[in-house]
């Protein structure tokens, strides 16, 4: 937990159980609950916007995709597997992308739609896929629903599984980076992890795991 001196000392109050007092950065227990406190200013709090809130903290979206990428490995049981090379390349190249305009058909590097910023994200990882997202999600391989996407796996809404709409790649439970539509920009979203469950005009239909 780094810290500069002058954001130390917005967050290092009240003294945890165990810290020292005055509070220091160089103690453990006081920099994971300062920690944590800038986390949840940032947007954290309740888990609600992990991958800015750690953006916040480090201006680096290679950072933040390694961050998340650990904090899924330790979320899990041990014998689950932790999300490959490739599924953590594609998770960083998509947090690259972030304010980049959507733009119909655009496979970037100054614009992307749906689709186009998936198959660039696993491109980067040396995983070819479809270029649409109906295409992407009949690729597969698809994870059953009583899996919870993790980082790097592909999420898809529509009207079922032979209407897909939109696909967006997971960095976090519940979030996903996507190119949402025309006038937006790729940007952090969240969706609903229940197969079925409604998402704006349309539903989470499933997910899938190129890296698998």
């Given at each position: 937990?780094?810290?500069?001196p002058?954001?130390?000392?917005?967050?290092?109050?009240?003294?945890?159980?165990?810290?020292?007092?005055?509070?220091t950065?160089?103690?453990?227990i006081d920099?994971?609950?300062?920690?944590?406190?800038?986390?949840?200013?940032?947007?954290?709090?309740?888990?609600a916007?992990?991958?800015?809130?750690?953006?916040?903290?480090n201006h680096?979206?290679?950072?933040?995709?390694?961050?998340l990428?650990?904090?899924?490995?330790?979320?899990?049981?041990?014998?689950?597997?932790?999300p490959?090379?490739?599924?953590?390349?594609?998770?960083?190249?998509?947090?690259e992308?972030l304010?980049?305009?959507?733009?119909?058909?655009?496979?970037?590097?100054?614009?992307?739609?749906c689709s186009?910023?998936?198959?660039?994200?696993?491109?980067?990882?040396g995983?070819?896929?479809?270029?649409?997202?109906?295409?992407?999600?009949?690729?597969?391989p698809h994870?059953?629903?009583?899996?919870?996407?993790?980082?790097?796996?592909?999420?898809f809404?529509?009207?079922?599984?032979s209407?897909?709409?939109?696909?967006?790649?997971?960095?976090?439970?519940?979030?996903?980076?996507?190119?949402?539509?025309?006038?937006?920009?790729v940007?952090?979203?969240?969706?609903?992890?229940?197969?079925?469950?409604a998402?704006?005009?349309?539903?989470?239909?499933?997910?899938?795991?190129?890296?698998?």
């Amino acid at each position: 937990m780094q810290f500069l001196p002058s954001t130390f000392a917005e967050y290092d109050e009240p003294v945890p159980p165990g810290g020292t007092a005055p509070p220091t950065p160089y103690d453990p227990i006081d920099a994971v609950y300062a920690a944590a406190r800038d986390l949840c200013a940032n947007g954290a709090r309740g888990g609600a916007d992990l991958a800015r809130a750690i953006f916040a903290y480090n201006h680096d979206s290679t950072y933040v995709a390694e961050v998340l990428r650990l904090a899924s490995t330790y979320g899990t049981a041990l014998s689950a597997p932790a999300p490959s090379e490739a599924a953590a390349t594609a998770v960083a190249f998509a947090l690259e992308q972030l304010g980049t305009p959507y733009q119909w058909g655009g496979e970037g590097p100054s614009g992307f739609d749906c689709s186009g910023l998936v198959q660039a994200a696993y491109a980067e990882a040396g995983i070819a896929l479809p270029r649409v997202a109906q295409d992407q999600f009949d690729a597969g391989p698809h994870l059953p629903p009583s899996i919870a996407p993790e980082a790097g796996d592909l999420v898809f809404f529509g009207g079922g599984i032979s209407s897909i709409e939109h696909v967006g790649i997971v960095v976090a439970p519940g979030q996903m980076v996507d190119a949402p539509n025309t006038g937006a920009v790729v940007r952090i979203d969240e969706f609903p992890t229940t197969p079925g469950a409604a998402w704006g005009s349309q539903i989470y239909v499933g997910a899938t795991r190129p890296w698998a």
